[in-house]
């Protein structure tokens, strides 16, 4: 797992996004970015260099799951990892982000921990 | 129809009939009848649209009621658990910071006397006794440092956690205000149809994205991953 990949971390709660952010950080990774809804993630996607992508569901313009089947849908960001954060607990929205392609699921609240562990899945499967 | 106008009718009739005009005769009684049913559908046709607005406002009433009977309660229980949400981030910071504020007290006095120390040192006012018993402590400092900064770093994460609870009681309480809105527009409807308009009345439904799960509410039919751990053995079953 390369600790200098660019991530791009999507919310629309600008407390969650330092909360990621700092986590990240604790865990080694510096390089991020950040992006309030899919709407304005999609260009910085679009534009090229993001390695990793870090997204909430619920938010205003463009939904998470939206943007998680318009990057898969796109020939050239479609192999992006994507981990989604998110308060969206529903058995059938856990299936259904499944089913769009998400590499990981971590609902809040969560701890530090389980953010950690999820990124190290998703990097040990890439990886392996 | 007005007396006067039903007695000249009538008077007409009988003339007619004691002159045996059957012709006139009929054509007044038609007249007569004819008023008569046109009178009787205006009163058909309000007694209908009472009925009408009669049966709009107990919908909207049924409407009201489910309102303060489920949602209202609701919506008191999902504002209890953003208290609840918001006193548990509040402690848990001040946990941490009461934590760390003797830490970090300890270590400033402990780089004071040092300091100090250090200071009649560079000035060459130590004897070299005094010189070994510095030495020990600078080491001693260090070792106390790193575990402090140590302790230092978990309770500003600690603290970095604690701030979740904003976005999560932000999306309690949009909901909330969405129910809200909803009574209000209600309301609204009630006194308009009550002021005697009738208009069709919008249907409230569940959101699609129903957003943070509340203990108690939203995790009773067993269809929402109350943790991590079940979003994980959901996912592991589908193959994850």
């Keep these: 797992m390369d600790k200098n990949m660019k991530i791009l971390v999507v919310d629309d709660f600008s407390t969650m996004r330092r909360i990621i952010k700092n986590l990240l950080r604790d865990l080694g990774f510096t390089n991020t970015v950040e992006a309030d809804d899919g709407k304005t993630a999609l260009p910085i996607l679009e534009a090229g260099g993001i390695d990793f992508l870090v997204t909430?569901?619920?938010?205003?313009?463009?939904?998470?799951?939206?943007?998680?089947k318009a990057v898969r849908a796109n020939p050239e960001l479609m192999d992006?990892?994507?981990?989604?954060?998110?308060?969206?607990?529903k058995r059938e929205q856990i299936i259904m982000a499944a089913q769009a392609g998400v590499n990981g699921y971590v609902i809040k609240p969560f701890t530090a921990g389980t953010l950690k562990e999820k990124i190290e899945k998703i990097f040990e499967r890439i990886d392996g | 129809m007005t007396?006067?106008?039903?007695?000249?009718?009538?008077?007409?009739?009988?003339?007619?009939?004691?002159?045996?005009?059957?012709?006139?005769?009929?054509?007044?009684?038609?007249?007569?009848?004819?008023?008569?049913?046109?009178?009787?559908?205006?009163?058909?046709?309000?007694?209908?649209?009472?009925?009408?607005?009669?049966?709009?406002?107990?919908?909207?009433?049924?409407?009201?009621a489910e309102m303060t009977e489920n949602d209202i309660p609701d919506?008191?229980?999902?504002?209890?658990?953003?208290?609840?949400?918001?006193?548990?981030?509040?402690?848990?910071?001040?946990?941490?910071?009461?934590?760390?504020?003797?830490?970090?007290?300890?270590?400033?006095?402990?780089?004071?006397?040092?300091?100090?120390?250090?200071?009649?040192?560079?000035?060459?006012?130590?004897?070299?006794?005094?010189?070994?018993?510095?030495?020990?402590?600078?080491?001693?400092?260090?070792?106390?440092?790193?575990?402090?900064?140590?302790?230092?770093?978990v309770g500003l994460n600690d603290i970095l956690m604690a701030q979740g609870f904003q976005d999560i009681t932000g999306q309690i309480i949009k909901r909330v205000i969405d129910l809200v809105q909803n009574l209000e527009n209600s309301m609204v409807e009630l006194v308009r149809i009550s002021g005697g308009h009738v208009s069709g009345s919008k249907k409230t439904n569940e959101p699609a994205l129903p957003g943070p799960v509340v203990p108690g509410i939203d995790d009773k039919q067993g269809e929402v991953?109350?943790?991590?751990?079940?979003?994980?053995d959901l996912l592991s079953s589908l193959g994850f």
């Design chain 2, 75 to 153: 919506a008191k229980e999902r504002l209890q658990y953003v208290i609840t949400m918001t006193e548990q981030a509040a402690n848990q910071t001040l946990n941490a910071v009461e934590g760390l504020l003797p830490v970090s007290k300890e270590l400033n006095e402990q780089a004071e006397l040092l300091s100090g120390k250090w200071e009649r040192f560079l000035d060459r006012e130590m004897p070299f006794a005094e010189f070994k018993d510095m030495s020990s402590e600078i080491t001693k400092h260090f070792d106390e440092s790193k575990q402090s900064l140590k302790i230092v770093q």
């Design chain 2, 225 to 232: 991953a109350s943790n991590q751990d079940d979003v994980d």
């Design chain 2, 3 to 64: 007396n006067d106008v039903r007695l000249a009718l009538a008077k007409d009739l009988v003339m007619a009939l004691e002159n045996n005009d059957e012709a006139v005769a009929d054509e007044i009684l038609d007249k007569i009848s004819g008023e008569r049913e046109s009178q009787l559908f205006q009163e058909v046709g309000l007694l209908t649209r009472q009925l009408h607005d009669t049966m709009a406002s107990f919908s909207l009433d049924s409407k009201i």
């Design chain 1, 80 to 89: 992006m990892p994507i981990l989604m954060v998110t308060a969206e607990a």
């Design chain 1, 56 to 68: 909430d569901w619920n938010m205003p313009g463009m939904t998470g799951i939206d943007l998680l």
